[in-house]
């Protein structure tokens, strides 16, 4: 099964502040690899999928990007909305394996 | 808009069984592969189980499998997941998720919680 290891776990950040989370694939999933965004007692808000396409209404600031087996997810200027926990997920196997996901904290 | 309705959580014993449902509506169901990711309390999201449009394909976590079944009425624009042999493990909120045309997944229900205790 692949395998998606994603860090850091938890990353403190103030407003304005750029922020990268990274995830590791444990063998290649092409671009097939999608980023959510959830807030608590709410349901995952996708963002980005093939590695880098931004969602429809899902602001500018986000931006993915690859390099072999290993993505990113890039927030620019973060706003108070972003605090949240970020999970990657790839889709190239039958099993969508989610990373462990990212909490964004206010620092 | 999309949207995804799941039901059927509720507390359960330990060994008991559970159905869940996800009822869908605003898009042609029948037309777009499913799939239930379950969230346990404090923790990350998990893929459990996937079915293709038709019904036909089904795929399962190493997990839950043998021990779930899903599947759909595309009449009743309903997608289902029946647990069994439900176990603390199991303790979790329950969302439907569907998968877009290129595969990750467009949109999510508001979730279901399901609690295996004695």
């Known amino acids: 099964d692949i395998q998606m290891t994603q860090s850091p776990s938890t990353l403190s950040a103030s407003v304005g502040d750029r922020v990268t989370i990274t995830c590791r694939a444990s063998?290649?999933?092409?671009?097939?690899l999608a980023w959510y965004q959830q807030k608590p007692g709410k349901a995952p808000n996708l963002l980005i999928y093939?590695?880098?396409t931004l969602e429809s209404g899902v602001p500018s600031r986000f931006s993915g990007s690859r390099s072999g087996t290993e993505f990113t997810l890039t927030i620019s200027s973060l706003q108070p909305d972003d605090f949240a926990t970020y999970y990657c997920?790839?889709?190239?196997?039958?099993?969508?394996?989610f990373g462990q996901g990212t909490k964004v904290e206010i620092k | 808009e999309v949207l995804l309705l799941e039901s059927g959580g509720g507390l359960v014993q330990p060994g008991g069984s559970l159905s869940l449902s996800c009822e869908a509506s605003?898009?042609?169901?029948?037309?777009?592969?499913l799939s239930w990711v379950r969230q346990a309390p404090g923790k990350g999201l998990q893929w459990v189980s996937a079915?293709?449009?038709?019904?036909?394909?089904?795929y399962y976590a190493d997990s839950v499998r043998g021990r779930f079944t899903i599947s759909r009425d595309n009449s009743k624009n309903t997608l289902f997941l029946q647990m069994s042999s439900l176990g603390p493990e199991d303790t979790a909120v329950y969302y439907c998720?569907?998968?877009?045309?290129?595969?990750?997944?467009?949109?999510w229900g508001q979730g279901t919680l399901v609690t295996v205790s004695s």
């Open positions: 998720a569907r998968h877009s045309t290129a595969f990750h997944f467009d949109s």
């Open positions: 605003r898009f042609a169901f029948g037309t777009y592969a």
């Open positions: 079915i293709s449009d038709d019904g036909r394909n089904t």
């Open positions: 063998e290649s999933i092409s671009s097939w």
């Open positions: 093939k590695a880098s």
């Open positions: 997920q790839e889709y190239n196997s039958d099993f969508r394996t």
